[in-house]
């Protein structure tokens, strides 16, 4: 079993940045491939970005290149989630999850664990 638990959400201003955090715990947590998701009321969990446990190229969703970066700690044990440049469209409950995989799977129902959520809230 691997606990994730979310926190950084928020209130923010168009053009501001947050910073969310997902603390993983649990066994063999650090080889895990962790990844944000996005959901709004009435949508489908969306893909945000992908963390894959050796460390190689992270994936994003087209909609956030260039603004949002995921990123570890040393020990793999926290991921976390930089959202600069943010837009009202990024407005969501924002989930971590993990998967024990090397690849970093798009689709939500690959994931096995996942935290409770944390708002992100944009203001125009």
């Known amino acids: 079993q691997v606990q994730l638990e979310e926190s950084g959400g928020g209130l923010v201003q168009a053009g501001g940045s947050l910073r969310l955090a997902c603390a993983a715990s649990g066994r063999t947590a650090s080889t895990y491939t962790m990844a944000w998701f996005r959901q709004t009321p009435g949508s489908k969990r969306e893909f945000v970005a992908g963390?894959?446990?050796?460390?190689?190229?992270?994936e994003y969703v087209d909609s956030v290149k260039g603004r949002f970066t995921i990123y570890s700690d040393s020990g793999k044990s926290t991921v976390y989630l930089q959202l600069n440049r943010l837009k009202p469209e990024d407005t969501a409950v924002y989930y971590c999850?993990?998967?024990?995989?090397?690849?970093?799977?798009?689709?939500?129902?690959?994931?096995?664990?996942w935290g409770q959520g944390t708002q992100v809230t944009v203001s125009s």
């Open positions: 963390l894959s446990w050796d460390g190689s190229s992270p």
């Open positions: 999850a993990a998967v024990g995989s090397q690849a970093i799977p798009t689709r939500s129902g690959f994931y096995q664990f």
